[in-house]
Protein backbone atom coordinates (compact mmCIF):
# COMPACT_ATOMS: atom_id res chain seq x y z
CA UNK A 1 0.00 0.00 0.00
CA UNK A 2 1.37 3.95 -0.77
CA UNK A 3 0.76 5.91 1.95
CA UNK A 4 1.64 10.02 1.87
CA UNK A 5 3.16 11.50 5.35
CA UNK A 6 4.97 14.56 5.99
CA UNK A 7 8.23 14.26 5.59
CA UNK A 8 10.88 15.14 7.85
CA UNK A 9 14.81 16.11 8.08
CA UNK A 10 15.68 12.30 7.82
CA UNK A 11 13.91 12.15 4.33
CA UNK A 12 16.87 14.48 3.47
CA UNK A 13 19.04 12.69 1.26
CA UNK A 14 15.67 11.31 -0.57
CA UNK A 15 14.32 14.51 -1.43
CA UNK A 16 17.81 15.97 -2.44
CA UNK A 17 19.32 12.96 -4.73
CA UNK A 18 15.40 12.73 -6.84
CA UNK A 19 15.56 16.63 -7.09
CA UNK A 20 18.80 16.46 -8.21
CA UNK A 21 18.14 13.60 -10.69
CA UNK A 22 14.65 14.60 -11.99
CA UNK A 23 15.08 18.18 -12.73
CA UNK A 24 17.87 20.26 -14.61
CA UNK A 25 17.22 23.25 -12.55
CA UNK A 26 17.23 21.14 -9.69
CA UNK A 27 16.94 22.69 -5.67
CA UNK A 28 19.67 23.11 -3.41
CA UNK A 29 20.18 20.29 -0.15
CA UNK A 30 20.23 23.90 1.70
CA UNK A 31 16.65 25.26 0.12
CA UNK A 32 15.14 21.70 0.63
CA UNK A 33 16.19 21.78 4.20
CA UNK A 34 15.17 25.05 4.29
CA UNK A 35 11.65 24.31 2.95
CA UNK A 36 11.12 21.51 5.52
CA UNK A 37 12.03 23.94 8.33
CA UNK A 38 10.17 26.89 7.04
CA UNK A 39 6.87 27.71 8.35
CA UNK A 40 3.56 27.77 6.04
CA UNK A 41 5.44 24.92 4.27
CA UNK A 42 3.86 21.21 3.60
CA UNK A 43 6.66 18.61 2.21
CA UNK A 44 4.75 15.87 1.52
CA UNK A 45 6.73 12.26 0.72
CA UNK A 46 5.03 8.72 -0.63
CA UNK A 47 6.18 5.42 0.34
CA UNK A 48 5.71 1.85 -0.45
CA UNK A 49 6.35 0.10 2.93
CA UNK A 50 9.75 1.78 4.03
CA UNK A 51 10.60 2.85 0.45
CA UNK A 52 10.02 6.52 -0.70
CA UNK A 53 8.42 6.87 -4.01
CA UNK A 54 8.17 10.61 -4.75
CA UNK A 55 7.89 13.70 -2.81
CA UNK A 56 5.91 17.40 -3.08
CA UNK A 57 6.69 20.78 -1.50
CA UNK A 58 4.44 23.70 -1.84
CA UNK A 59 3.59 26.39 0.62
CA UNK A 60 0.05 27.22 2.37
CA UNK A 61 -0.70 30.79 3.12
CA UNK A 62 -4.49 31.00 3.21
CA UNK A 63 -6.33 32.11 1.12
CA UNK A 64 -4.05 30.82 -1.29
CA UNK A 65 -0.99 27.99 -1.26
CA UNK A 66 1.41 27.38 -3.57
CA UNK A 67 3.00 24.25 -5.67
CA UNK A 68 6.87 24.08 -5.64
CA UNK A 69 7.76 20.67 -6.59
CA UNK A 70 6.22 17.24 -7.20
CA UNK A 71 8.51 14.28 -8.40
CA UNK A 72 8.16 10.85 -8.57
CA UNK A 73 10.93 7.96 -9.25
CA UNK A 74 10.61 6.97 -12.89
CA UNK A 75 10.13 3.17 -12.20
CA UNK A 76 7.31 4.55 -9.31
CA UNK A 77 5.50 6.47 -12.61
CA UNK A 78 1.89 5.89 -14.03
CA UNK A 79 0.39 4.24 -10.88
CA UNK A 80 -1.12 7.15 -8.94
CA UNK A 81 1.65 8.45 -6.41
CA UNK A 82 1.55 11.72 -8.17
CA UNK A 83 -2.30 11.99 -7.81
CA UNK A 84 -2.09 10.79 -4.40
CA UNK A 85 0.36 13.17 -3.34
CA UNK A 86 -1.69 16.57 -4.92
CA UNK A 87 -4.88 14.71 -3.48
CA UNK A 88 -2.99 14.87 0.24
CA UNK A 89 -1.64 18.41 -0.38
CA UNK A 90 -5.70 19.17 -1.10
CA UNK A 91 -6.83 18.08 1.82
CA UNK A 92 -4.27 19.63 4.43
CA UNK A 93 -4.53 22.95 2.61
CA UNK A 94 -8.20 22.87 2.96
CA UNK A 95 -7.75 22.47 6.55
CA UNK A 96 -5.83 25.16 6.53
CA UNK A 97 -8.12 27.81 5.16
CA UNK A 98 -6.54 27.63 1.52
CA UNK A 99 -9.46 28.56 -1.08
CA UNK A 100 -6.86 28.00 -4.50
CA UNK A 101 -3.75 26.60 -5.18
CA UNK A 102 -1.35 27.96 -7.88
CA UNK A 103 1.79 26.50 -10.17
CA UNK A 104 3.68 27.10 -12.62
CA UNK A 105 4.99 24.14 -14.59
CA UNK A 106 6.98 24.06 -17.89
CA UNK A 107 5.18 24.69 -21.07
CA UNK A 108 6.67 21.46 -22.60
CA UNK A 109 6.41 19.12 -19.34
CA UNK A 110 3.27 17.06 -20.80
CA UNK A 111 3.05 14.54 -18.29
CA UNK A 112 3.06 17.03 -15.34
CA UNK A 113 0.41 19.07 -17.27
CA UNK A 114 -1.60 15.88 -17.75
CA UNK A 115 -1.33 15.34 -14.25
CA UNK A 116 -2.27 18.58 -13.74
CA UNK A 117 -5.25 18.96 -15.74
CA UNK A 118 -6.57 15.07 -14.32
CA UNK A 119 -6.94 16.71 -10.78
CA UNK A 120 -9.12 20.50 -12.16
CA UNK A 121 -6.19 22.85 -12.62
CA UNK A 122 -7.14 25.27 -15.01
CA UNK A 123 -4.27 27.40 -16.99
CA UNK A 124 -4.64 30.97 -16.16
CA UNK A 125 -1.36 32.70 -17.83
CA UNK A 126 1.83 32.63 -19.17
CA UNK A 127 5.10 33.75 -17.69
CA UNK A 128 7.76 34.24 -20.72
CA UNK A 129 11.15 32.63 -19.99
CA UNK A 130 10.27 31.93 -15.91
CA UNK A 131 13.00 29.16 -16.62
CA UNK A 132 16.68 28.46 -16.72
CA UNK A 133 18.42 25.58 -17.79
CA UNK A 134 16.59 25.31 -20.19
CA UNK A 135 15.05 28.80 -20.98
CA UNK A 136 11.47 28.65 -21.40
CA UNK A 137 7.86 29.75 -20.53
CA UNK A 138 5.82 28.96 -18.16
CA UNK A 139 2.05 28.38 -18.07
CA UNK A 140 0.28 29.44 -14.65
CA UNK A 141 -2.09 27.31 -13.65
CA UNK A 142 -5.19 27.00 -10.74
CA UNK A 143 -7.33 24.88 -9.16
CA UNK A 144 -10.07 26.03 -6.60
CA UNK A 145 -10.48 24.24 -3.67
CA UNK A 146 -14.37 25.46 -2.69
C1 LIG B 1 4.58 14.46 -13.31
C2 LIG B 1 4.79 13.27 -12.35
C3 LIG B 1 4.95 13.82 -10.93
C4 LIG B 1 3.54 12.37 -12.43
O1 LIG B 1 3.65 11.38 -11.40
P1 LIG B 1 2.94 9.95 -11.53
O2 LIG B 1 2.96 9.32 -10.20
O3 LIG B 1 3.50 9.21 -12.67
O4 LIG B 1 1.43 10.39 -11.91
P2 LIG B 1 0.11 9.50 -11.67
O5 LIG B 1 0.43 8.06 -11.85
O6 LIG B 1 -0.53 9.93 -10.39
O7 LIG B 1 -0.77 10.01 -12.91
C5 LIG B 1 -2.07 10.53 -12.74
C6 LIG B 1 -2.59 10.96 -14.10
O8 LIG B 1 -1.77 12.00 -14.64
C7 LIG B 1 -1.67 11.82 -16.07
N1 LIG B 1 -0.29 11.48 -16.42
C8 LIG B 1 0.75 11.27 -15.57
N2 LIG B 1 1.89 11.01 -16.27
C9 LIG B 1 1.55 11.04 -17.59
C10 LIG B 1 2.28 10.87 -18.79
N3 LIG B 1 3.61 10.57 -18.79
N4 LIG B 1 1.62 10.97 -19.95
C11 LIG B 1 0.31 11.27 -19.98
N5 LIG B 1 -0.45 11.44 -18.87
C12 LIG B 1 0.16 11.35 -17.69
C13 LIG B 1 -2.61 10.70 -16.41
O9 LIG B 1 -3.90 11.25 -16.61
C14 LIG B 1 -2.58 9.87 -15.14
O10 LIG B 1 -3.71 9.06 -14.97
P3 LIG B 1 -3.71 7.55 -15.63
O11 LIG B 1 -2.39 6.91 -15.29
O12 LIG B 1 -4.88 6.91 -14.95
O13 LIG B 1 -3.86 7.79 -17.10
C15 LIG B 1 6.03 12.43 -12.78
O14 LIG B 1 5.94 12.14 -14.15
C16 LIG B 1 7.37 13.12 -12.50
O15 LIG B 1 7.94 12.99 -11.42
N6 LIG B 1 7.87 13.86 -13.51
C17 LIG B 1 9.17 14.56 -13.36
C18 LIG B 1 9.09 15.74 -12.41
C19 LIG B 1 8.12 16.80 -12.89
O16 LIG B 1 8.03 17.08 -14.09
N7 LIG B 1 7.39 17.43 -11.95
C20 LIG B 1 6.42 18.46 -12.25
C21 LIG B 1 7.01 19.82 -12.42
S1 LIG B 1 7.27 20.68 -10.88
Do not use: Q
Request: hydrophobic share 40%.
Amino acid sequence: MISVTSADERDLPFLYITEASVFSDAWSEGAIRGHLLSEHTLSLIAREGDTPLGYLLASVLPPEGELYRIAVCPAARRRGVGRLLLDELFRLAIERGAEKIYLEVRESNLSARALYGSVGFETVGLRKNYYRRPDENAAVLVKGLV
